[in-house]
């Protein structure tokens, strides 16, 4: 079949070079920060935008070494904005040091929000990794057009993996700064309220649609077929939902049981984030009433709908 996606592979052959900076595109330089772990793969890639003038995107943690490797990379050129893909910690938590320091304005999708309002009593497993916080100088719009250290840039909004998440089109080019959207080492963590299943399938295929070739994601290496890619990647997706759809139909009653079934062998460490993804399709697939949830005093109960 002529629409048949890809196989989903993911390339973890990258080197960070971390605290170096490298080139990626004329005019764009990576600076790895040292913050490498089990869900910031090699770390948050830092990105320095513009020649005389530049721009920062994501600044990444509040470590001085990292602050210390942005200042060096920057040399001294005076910096017009701090940008950022949403306000994740591993991202942004050197926004508020970096903005004293430099006077530059801070420019983002809003403030932290969750993607959906909380449930009484739901816990938000990724509430410590937010920065609350952290107010905008300049709230971008969807598709929005502007210019960051002389190179111009488009604000694409693609709420899913967190409701403030944006892309940026570098435009004149078909290259596209993918932040956690789209990420060629593994698949996006997307847990609910903080992030939103259906969003996060529809800013897929929004990403899909556009005139982008390539990704270059916050987390490990450019992805060069960037449209072929997301395209295995919600196959992916797709393939879970109907997973869940059929362990729901087979009996499994909660998400302990759907992920006993969907992965049987998973490490001890990754345990937690599987269930979080099987939530965050459990919802997805309730609301589309695929099948039904009932949320009570002992967790939640599926049944087939
Ligand atoms: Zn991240």
Partial sequence: MADTPPPLVFDTSFDPQTGQPVE???????????????????????FIIGAERVAILDPGPDDPRHLAALRTATGGRPIEAILLTHTHKDHSASAARLK???????????????????????LNALARDCDWRLTPDLTFFDGESFAAGGVQLTAIATPGHCANHLCFGIEGTDWLLSGDHIMGWNSTLVAVPDGSMDDYLK?????????????????????????????ALLAHRELRNRQIVE???????????????????????????????????????????????????????????
């Avoid at 759907?258 to 459990?282: D, G, K, M, N, S």
């Fill in 203 to 231: 800013s897929l295929r929004k990403v899909i649609g556009l005139p982008y070739a390539h990704y270059i994601p916050a987390h490990g290496g450019p992805i060069i077929d960037g449209p072929a890619y997301a395209r």
């Fill in 247 to 305: 362990g729901v139909a087979a009996g499994a009653t909660t998400i302990g049981a759907l992920r006993e079934r969907i992965y049987p062998t998973l490490q001890p460490a990754l345990r937690f984030a599987a269930a979080l993804t099987l939530r965050a399709h459990v919802e997805y697939l309730a609301a589309q009433g695929a099948i039904r949830m009932r949320r009570g005093v002992f967790g939640t109960r599926l049944r087939a709908a």
């Fill in 24 to 46: 990626v595109l004329p005019g764009i330089v990576r600076v790895t920060a040292p913050n490498s772990g089990p869900y910031t793969f090699t770390g948050t890639n830092s």
């Fill in 100 to 122: 004293a320091e430099t006077g530059a304005p801070l420019w983002f999708a809003g403030p932290h929000r969750l993607s959906r309002p909380p449930h009484l009593f739901e």
